[in-house]
């Protein structure tokens, strides 16, 4: 059993992020040192957030400039850590232009580049990489191929690819290659944690994560005219800083943990909204068939393939490990999604309407 020390820094990579945001402020609450790297120390704006939290509670935050694209990038900020967070990598669900750079090769030679240097670093003695449902599933439609509808830790995304759903093959890639580098020594130990789209306030307005995205086009019409039936599973951005917090800490985590409140289709997403925010807002009304999404998909950023395979499957994750093993006890999400557009709109990144 690893037990761990609470004195020693702990390094979050990609601290600038949306959940990272949560983590850091989470430890620095509990009074750690965390080491937090980001990709343009001059650029203040992403990160005066994480400054400001600092000042105010008893931890202590000290940042570092590190490329995942960079081979040694990560080995003066991991210096003298115990455990590692490996977070960072790109999330977007439609907003790139070339899969292999902007999505894969980041994920994965960044892993890759973070866990040469835990091999240099002989201090560090636990690794977190957040992964994601992602690497559990490549479509919805495999949920047809599971014993008891819904995905779980033993399962693993064998289907996406490059061309086809890009993101989920940078998570399934990326977490494998983690699974292999830990395999291949014995100082330390590795636990994966894997969210399913997580949604909740924002700690900065400058990230742009794809659970921006997925909030957003409820707020700027995209959704109007009716959203596609298509299931997500959700769980709040709070509750997955605190499973990496527990992966990190626990003496007894390990394996993969899959992080999920509940599932809830995109149709009662927009419900959820309107009841709180009333009519003003372009909230969905009615479910788009099928047929109708596959036609417009490309507009949307879709392909027609991607439409076949996860449109009209409702999909359900098992995360009974996390709370047994983690102790995880799930927000309700339906706030956390009031909560998210709320602070969209006070941050000016969705228009507010009346
Ligand atoms: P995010 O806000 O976009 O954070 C991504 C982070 O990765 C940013 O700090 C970004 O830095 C950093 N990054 C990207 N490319 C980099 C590079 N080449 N070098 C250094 N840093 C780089 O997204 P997030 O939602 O918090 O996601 C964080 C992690 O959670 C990712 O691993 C994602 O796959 C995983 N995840 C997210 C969700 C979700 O629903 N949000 C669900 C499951 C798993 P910059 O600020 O410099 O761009």
């Not at 977490?175 to 306030?201: F, H, T, Y």
């Amino acid at each position: 059993m690893t037990m761990m020390t609470t004195t020693a820094p702990i390094l979050v990579t990609g601290a600038t992020g949306y959940i990272a945001g949560w983590v850091i402020k989470q430890l620095l609450e509990q009074g750690y040192t965390v080491h937090a790297t980001v990709r343009d120390l001059t650029k203040s704006s992403s990160f005066q957030h994480l400054e400001q939290i600092a000042s105010q509670t008893s931890g202590a935050l000290m940042l570092f400039q590190a490329n995942l694209l960079e081979e040694d990038s990560f080995d003066e900020a991991m210096k003298d850590c115990e455990i590692v967070i490996h977070m960072a990598s790109p999330f977007l669900v439609t907003n790139f232009k070339d899969p292999i750079t902007d999505l894969i090769d980041p994920a994965l030679k960044g892993t890759t580049n973070v866990l040469n240097s835990v091999n240099r670093t002989d201090t560090v003695k636990r690794v977190v990489v957040t992964s994601s449902i992602a690497s559990t599933y490549g479509d919805a439609v495999d949920i047809l191929k599971t014993e008891q509808n819904q995905f779980e830790e033993s399962h693993w995304n064998t289907t996406s690819s490059a061309e086809h759903q890009p993101y989920f093959y940078s998570k399934v890639a990326a977490e494998r290659k983690a699974w292999d580098m830990q395999k291949a020594q014995s100082r330390w130990d590795l636990v994966c944690i894997n969210p399913s789209l997580v949604v909740g306030p924002s700690l900065t307005p400058s990230t742009q994560s794809g659970s921006v995205e997925v909030i957003q086009q409820f707020g700027n019409g995209m959704t109007l005219f009716g959203v596609p039936p298509m299931w997500n599973g959700l769980v709040d951005v709070r509750d997955v800083a605190h499973a990496h917090i527990q992966a990190a800490l626990h003496p007894k985590a390990h394996g993969r943990y899959i992080i999920n409140a509940k599932t809830m289709t995109l149709l009662e997403m927009g419900k959820t909204l309107r009841q709180h925010f009333g009519g003003r807002y372009p909230f969905p009304r009615m479910i788009a068939p099928k047929f109708l999404f596959k036609l417009l998909a490309p507009l949307f950023g879709y392909t027609r393939k991607f439409v076949d395979l996860n449109v009209g499957y409702p999909i359900y994750f098992n995360a009974e490990r996390s709370k047994q093993e983690l102790g995880m006890q799930y927000r309700d999400v339906e706030t956390s999604i009031i909560e998210h557009f709320q602070q969209l709109l006070d941050d000016g990144i969705i228009k507010k309407c009346g």
